[in-house]
Every structure is written in structure tokens, then in C-alpha cells.
């Protein structure tokens, strides 16, 4: 009890957390302050910048939701939904499929676009279930399925869907600072994200950003989002007020924010921004290349027809024991890989190579050790 | 850019967060585990012990929701509340009006037990309220009141609202650690607390415990929760399953929690059991009378009737500039107090004297600066 005992470290390999930059570790344990202490709004105000950067964005609105992914998700859902909307949301995994029971306990009737696990959805694919359901409202796409391991291609969809007058709505939990994402360029409405997954920070935040459409959706709401905490009409009293007070200035208080995690995401986004956005992309991209030529040579296949770089979902060969073979993996090697998820429990692995994870020592490494646990 | 540059510390003596001990910081960053990792797990469970001790409770329903201190009090209210429910809340400040606020977006129809902000309820007054609406399904009552130092005793109410049926629901964000709080010989039902108090860990945990009448409450639910972020049906699952798996086992995955900031709250509440509470709770009661000696040898005067000991509301005396004053404490000592909430804004100062910061040293060193700046 009396001493805070380390645990030992593991190569977090599977669909996040990702590995954490000492750097970041090391911001995390700065000192806390308090969440109007000019100190601090500086801070976020930066933090709130890289975001944009990151998300390649100009929304005003841009800030880290006070929860993990699943919390950006849901404030996405209760601020921009009211009782008996209309959204369409492709469901392809697991997530898609939780975007629908979200928006659902906010009252929406849900359109699920459907594909097989694995598989994406088509321009014309969205275009005929807009034309099915022309009150459509929003329509949400995941662009990167974590439990499939599929990459959503979300290039001229803006178009589409603003032509019919919905929102295009973006989960980005899997992709943001590992996969070219560009929010303003791509016509998206308002997008989530972890910190916990490419930007290699740990789980506690979820950037969300919001563009001008979707704040006019807000502005234009009959009724009191559902939820308070992730009530976006007042957070954004707090996160873009200027001027500083504790009392009667212009920032607002609503809740206290995660300090330390705001450090710690502040200075992943720093590493971030100093590799590029370009050349972090095309790193996970090549390390993706290594790995798949690596396993596709001992055997093993992809599930999905286009694959995420970020997160690499692999059918679990005849004969192998699933369980066994991770328990392995970590207990011998510290490499934690990820186990199916959903329909895919028992029939896939995923391997994750995201932001700080996504190296050739860690490739190298993850197929010599499933070489020698599956020999 | 490039560096992770620390902020300027400060003592924390505001209304939260409270001063984080240099072990906790350091247990904040340690390695970052995956959450369905057998180390981790184990963790969470020691947490959730841990929590147990504090809470003085058995409740096996004690975790920390993955959010900051409101988090706790939204996922409360989802759980336990469905449309059209009748509800009583005690509002005598600005954590019962953020409570009203909460329920009614549950659909709760809220009936509020109003109190001059400073005061609090009588068991006269809350038996009172369920002769007036028998069929109140919740009386909620905020134990420590942030924004006024109210100081609200528990003992006696749950035989009352018991004995109509109803459940004891308590907000213990500022008393949690520091103030004697009992929650199974008090009858509570269902509790919140946040970790950024009492318990001196950085903010990004809300501390709950449900009992047996709230959990059967919950199972007789006829509609889902309306958060899915905080639906204790699922979340159950993760915290309280026993056995551990990545696939198949007993434990569900529900969403990535905030790993890191369990080993804080871990080490937050190593340190309150080594202390013990009964000392700790004796230490900030032997705190408080310190600084209330002082501050009234000073003329300034409490607020409330009955003060908490681990926020100290006190007028702002005549001809005092508040924010000149805060600035001046922040600037020249690197000290925090509060400034005034709500209807209080401009008329109160709040000291925190909480966990790590109810100290001998900042008790002295705060009337000293007060006495300097005010001269």
C-alpha cells in the first residue's frame, strides 16, 4: 500500500492505448493548477491551437471533450441531436453500431447503412440512403473502424450530404495524427477523436471540433441538450472566452477540467507538430507496408479489403489459440496485441502501430515474436 | 514548442483542485498500461478497494466514473432517474441548482427544496417535502456546498426517506476525504464525489457508490439510460466482473478508461488510509479552527452558519477589491484562493484547506499574505 509500486512496461501493440513518449509521461506529472489560473488557460488556449492544427481546421471550436473517446462521441450526439431527428449513420463494426445506440438514447430515429464487417461505404451507397430518407438530418461515418480495422474513405461525401442539408459527422478516434484527415478541406461538420490511439498520449480526452454549420444546428436547437456536462453552449463559454478572471471576466466556469491531462495532450500535440503531420502519415504508412509484407510472408491474411495503417486486423490462423498466443505475447515478449472485438472475438487479432508505436524496432520486433509464439 | 515547460507552482487553496502530493504526480506518470491488462485490472481493483475504505461502505458498486467530479453527478442522475420521475433536491447554492438542472434533463420533474444559499435543511424540512410530494422517487442533498461553505449534516434523513420509498442520493464532492461521512451508516443510497478535493489527486475521476436500493432501482429500469458513457448497466460489467481477459473472459470492455489517473487516485488513496480517516478528518477540523481564529482576529466573518472545514466562505470586507486582492495573492505569493460563485460573485472569497493542503504551513502563510494584501 504505502508505495506507489510501477507496473511493468508493455509495448501496447493492440487498438490503444498506444505507447507514451516519456515526454509525455513527464508533462502529465507537472504540477496542477487551477482551471482558471491564467497559467492554465494559456495552456489549453495552446492546446486548443495544436488540436486545430491537427485536425486541419480553422473551427473556433476545436477543444478536448472532459472524458475518453466515447465521451467526444456522445457530445457530438447530445448537441447535435434532437428527439426524433433523423440520421443515417453507416454501421460497418462496432463502432458505428455504438454511434447508433448513442444517438438513439438521444431520441434520433437511426438509419443504420449497413456493410459487412470489413468493408466501407461507396459515395452512391450514402447517396441512395439519402435519397431513402431525405429528412435526414446528419449522416455519421467512422473513419477508422477500430473493431474491423477498415479505412473509410470521407473525400466528396461533404458534398453529398450538405446538398440534402444534413451534417457530415466524423469518427476519428483511430485515425487523427496517423492518417491524412483534413477537416475543413473534406467539408466536415464536426468530427471526435482519443488521445489515446495516433497521438500516443494517454486515455482521459477526446478533441472534438465543431464547424459553422454545426454550431448554427446548435444555435437553432429547441431544447436543452441532454446532457450538461457535454453541454457545448455552455462549454464554449470556457473554452473560448477571451480575457481571464476567476470571478467576473469573460471565461466562464462550468466544470473543472482534467489539468494534467490537458499537459499531457498539450505535449503530445507538441511531438506531434514537430515531426509533421506529412511525414508522421507516411511513417505509418510505410511501418503499415513493413508489418503486412512481414505477416502476409508467415501466412497470415487481412480481414478488411482496405486496411487501416493504424490499426492492422488479421484473421487468427487454423490452429492457433487465440488467448493462449497473446498471453504469450505479453507475458514473454510485454507486447500487448488486441483481441477480436464483437462478431470478430475468437476469429481476428489487431495490431496496432500508432503514433509512438508505429516504428520498425516495433514491427520487427511484433512479427519475430509472432514467428516464434505461432511456430 | 519543443519543451515541455512546467508551469509555476502554486498552492492551491481555492475551492478544488487541492495541492497534488509529489508522490501522486509521480504515480501519474508512470507507464502507460492497456485497460484490459491483468496488471491494470489489478489496479483498478485496489482503486476500487480503496475507494470502499473511504466511502465507508461495502457497496460493491464503487468505481471511479471516467469523468471529472460532474461526470459523477450526470451519471447518477441517468441511472437512476427516468421521465417523468418526481424528484426532491435540496438548492441552497450552486451545485443543488447544477443538480436540478442535471435531473430535469433526465425528465425528471423536479420539486426544489430552496434554502437562503449559506443555510441548510432540517430533517423537518425534507420530511416536510415528501408529505407535500409523496411520490418522490429521489431526495438529494449536497453534503459540502462549494459555492456557499455549507455544511449540510446526512444523519437521520434515509430513515425518512426510506420509510416513503424513496432513495438517499448525496453529493459529496468537497467533503470526500475531509469531513466524517458514512456512507452505509448513513443509509445513502447512491454518492459522488470528485478526486480533486480531499482526496488531493489531479481532477479526471468521479469517485460513485451505489447500494443495493439504487442497483435495484437500476434493474427495474423500463428505459434504457440516456447516457451510454455512463450507463452503470454496461459499466458494471468491466468494473465489478471477476476473471480477466482481452476476448472471451468475464470482463466486458466498455470504453478505454483513463488509465493514468487511476495510478493517481490509487496513490491519492494509499495516502488517506495510511493517514487514516479519523485523523484526517481531525487534522482538517483542527485546520479550519486554526484559520478561522485568524481570519476573524482580522474581522472578516464566515458566510454559512454551519462552516465546512475543508472550504472556508468568508464576506469580502468593505473597501477590499476582489480581484485585485486574488491577483495579488496569486502574483506575489503564487497562492490560489476562490472567488465568489454564483449569487456570490464579487461578495465572497472561498479558501480551500483540503487533503494535502489543510496544513499548519498554508493555514499561517495565508493569513499572513491575507493580512499583507488587505492592509
Known sequence: MPTSSFPAERILLGPGPSPVPARVLHALGAPTLGHLDPQYLSIMDETCESLRQVFQTRNAL??????????????????????????????????GGRMKDVMERCGATVHALEAPWGEVFTLEQVAAALDRHPRAKIVALVHAETSTGAHQPLEGFADLVHSKGALFVVDAVTSLGGHELRVD??????????????????????????????????????????????????????????????????????????????????????????????????????????????????????????????????GIPAGADDAATRRRLLEDYGIEIGAGLGVMAGKAWRIGLMGHGATIRNVDLVLAALRNVLA
Chains 1, 2 share one sequence.
Open 185 to 314: 478541406d473534406w467539408g466536415i461538420d464536426a468530427i471526435y477523436s482519443g488521445t489515446q490511439k495516433c497521438l500516443s498520449c494517454p486515455p482521459g480526452l477526446s478533441p472534438v471540433s465543431f464547424g459553422e454549420r454545426a454550431l448554427a444546428r446548435m444555435d437553432a436547437r429547441k431544447t436543452k441538450p441532454q446532457s450538461w456536462y457535454l453541454d457545448v453552449s455552455m462549454l464554449r463559454k470556457y473554452y473560448l472566452s477571451g480575457g481571464v478572471s476567476g470571478g467576473g471576466g469573460a471565461r466562464v466556469y462550468h466544470h473543472t477540467a482534467p489539468i494534467n491531462m490537458t499537459y499531457a495532450l498539450r505535449e503530445a500535440l507538441a511531438i506531434v507538430l514537430e515531426e509533421g503531420l506529412e511525414a508522421r502519415i507516411a511513417r505509418h504508412a510505410a511501418m503499415h507496408q513493413r508489418l503486412r509484407r512481414g505477416l502476409e510472408a508467415m501466412g497470415l491474411s487481412y480481414i478488411p479489403k482496405r486496411s487501416l495503417h493504424t490499426l492492422n486486423c488479421i
Open 62 to 95: 476545436t477543444f478536448p471533450v472532459s472524458g475518453t473517446g466515447m465521451a467526444g462521441m456522445e457530445c457530438l450526439a447530445v448537441n447535435l441531436v434532437e428527439p426524433g431527428d433523423e440520421v443515417i449513420i453507416g454501421v460497418n463494426g462496432v463502432f
